[in-house]
């Protein structure tokens, strides 16, 4: 689950722990509503956007910490996109079944972006990314960019 609130500093604020505290929230453009599990653990978080505005973002901590053969997705949560396309490669490295140096991490992340492997998600204040964990194409697009020269330091 991913939950980006943005708005009045005290109603996301509120709109938080009442998500946090498992409550039901509709999601405008849903029909059904949203909750937080109770056997699931999330990270927070927030950044100040103006003068009493806030975005908060609620990520369940499995996407954004656990490498898992079975997850198929990684969600990459930073200040900017320069942080995030620096410190996302080694998380992505360890789900990764191709060898990758670290030093390839911007440029993968641009092949990854260029591949629509990598998304941005709307948001304020924080970026957040969801990157796709599809070995297959992942391997094709690492190949590709190891025989023709574009990873090769």
């Known amino acids: 689950m991913l939950l980006s609130l943005?708005?009045?500093t005290t109603m996301v604020r509120g709109l938080t722990a009442h998500?946090?505290?498992h409550g039901a929230m509709r999601v405008h453009g849903f029909s059904n509503y949203a909750s937080t599990s109770e056997d699931t653990s999330y990270s927070v978080l927030t950044q100040s956007i103006g003068e009493g505005l806030t975005h908060t973002v609620i990520v369940d901590r499995r996407a954004t910490n656990v490498a898992s053969s079975w997850d198929n997705?990684?969600?990459v949560v930073g200040s900017d996109l320069q942080q995030a396309k620096e410190g996302w490669v080694s998380r992505f490295g360890r789900r990764c079944r191709v060898p990758i140096k670290h030093s390839w991490g911007p440029r993968l992340w641009d092949l990854?972006?260029?591949e629509k492997l990598i998304d941005t998600c709307e948001g304020f204040g924080l970026g957040v990314w969801y990157v796709s964990l599809d070995h297959d194409r992942w391997q094709q697009v690492i190949s590709k960019a190891v025989l023709d020269g574009v990873l090769d330091d």
Request: glycine share 16%; aromatic share 16%.
């Open 112 to 114: 990854g972006v260029e």
């Open 73 to 75: 997705t990684l969600f």
């Open 6 to 8: 943005y708005g009045e």
């Open 19 to 21: 998500a946090l505290s």
